[in-house]
């Protein structure tokens, strides 16, 4: 298994529809993730840690299964303004100073 | 709120040029990073700093070389640009176990 991997897309949904992303990591000894939003030609910007089971911000649900080692992204009621590519990012074993791991990155594109 | 300024935005390298991505930052983070994105490859780590002093090979260093020049400031050079260096770079920094955050871009096309 690769260190992160994520569906590239595109998701195409229609605006108010749910979508989910997933991403799967290879160390089991991870124990803080995050989600990061990045917009075509602009650099990436974090939307939601991802400490324990899972956390929610608004429309927006990141869920954690350690068992299965993958964490989620849940958008609820899409907006045309969420389409981006959502990067997946895993610390490495030992977190703090080290490498961080980028998923390659999901394309969400939300359509009228 | 400043946070990480990054310098140029965008430059044309003729094949053989050398050149400085400079990066700053005022968030007073201990880590700092040089990523390149191109399309497909997702984010590749080039070099990080994990501290003042210290410099680490990341996933693609060759044909890079970078200074931590104080705790503020972490700079990329391309000795000899070469085509397979057009790419967009991104410099970031990090508080330890904390969120990262990222300049605004470098665009380099090397011709």
């Known amino acids: 298994r690769k260190e992160v991997e994520q569906d590239p897309g595109p998701f195409n949904v229609p605006e108010g529809a749910t979508v989910a992303f997933n991403c799967t990591y290879s160390n089991s000894a991870s124990q803080s993730f995050f989600w990061y939003r990045q917009d075509c030609r602009k650099e990436p910007k974090l939307l939601m840690s991802?400490?324990?089971s899972g956390n929610e911000d608004g429309r927006f649900t990141a869920q954690l299964n350690r068992a299965s080692q993958y964490i989620s992204l849940l958008i609820r009621d899409s907006k045309l303004s969420d389409s981006a590519t959502y990067l997946c990012v895993v610390p490495p074993y030992g977190g703090s100073q080290g490498n961080l791991i980028f998923g390659k990155g999901t394309k969400l594109s939300v359509k009228p | 709120n400043a946070g990480v300024t990054q310098t140029p935005k965008f430059q044309v390298l003729k094949t053989g040029q050398s050149m400085t991505l400079q990066c700053a930052q005022d968030m007073n983070h201990n880590s700092m990073y040089w990523y390149r994105q191109d399309p497909g490859m997702g984010l590749r780590l080039i070099y990080y700093s994990a501290s003042e002093g210290t410099t680490d090979k990341g996933e693609v260093p060759n044909g890079y070389n970078v200074s931590r020049l104080n705790k503020r400031e972490f700079s990329l050079r391309l000795e000899s640009a070469a085509p397979s260096q057009t790419s967009v770079y991104f410099c970031?920094?990090?508080?330890?176990?904390?969120?990262?955050?990222f300049g605004e871009g470098s665009w380099l096309t090397v011709v």
């Open positions: 991802v400490y324990s």
């Open positions: 970031a920094s990090r508080r330890t176990g904390n969120t990262i955050y």
